[in-house]
């Protein structure tokens, strides 16, 4: 799929427990309320399971189905057999038409912009495409720097690196942006 066709996408890297869950749902929750529809894509390196043993739908899988479908009111969850990782990038140009942002954990690889999650330890290789920081120390780089309190200031920043909107004063939604913001 070509990038034009790609939903905009962020993906918040970092080092474990560094809080890059909590920059995410944050993001999630604030773009939400904006009125955005979001995709959030995790990003599991060691694999992961999200069905329970012994059920019906694990079961399946364990058949050797190469995708399972649980589907329930207000809910559809894919289960797919793959023997590759997939790429931010193919992952957000498959989604399709009705979203608005997909916003990542994970993922530091991938050339979507990306806010660097600082904790204890460094990332290494750094991660190129940094477009913003949070954490309680900034290193010296040329990206902007929040503090986890300020993930509604992040979300504006995002909005306007990544959608080029910037958020309306008085509502939920957002409008193109009138000028660059300064950095």
Known sequence: MSSESMVPAVAVVGP????????????????????LRVVAVKHAHHG????????????????GAAKVVLSSPGKVTIVER?????????IAGALGPGY????????????????????????LPAPGNVIAMVGDRMPNVQAPGFGHDEMDQLAEHVADVVLGCARAPAGARLVPARQPRRK
């Open 16 to 35: 474990s427990k560094s809080g890059k869950t909590r920059v995410a749902s944050a993001l999630v929750e604030t773009f939400t309320a904006w009125g």
């Open 48 to 63: 992961h399971q999200i069905d329970r043993p012994a059920t019906d739908s694990a079961r399946l899988f364990q058949a």
């Open 82 to 90: 793959r023997d590759d990782d997939l790429e931010l990038e193919e």
């Open 100 to 123: 608005d942002l997909v916003i990542a954990e994970g993922f530091k690889r991938s050339s979507v912009p990306k806010i660097l999650v600082l904790g204890d330890e460094t990332i």
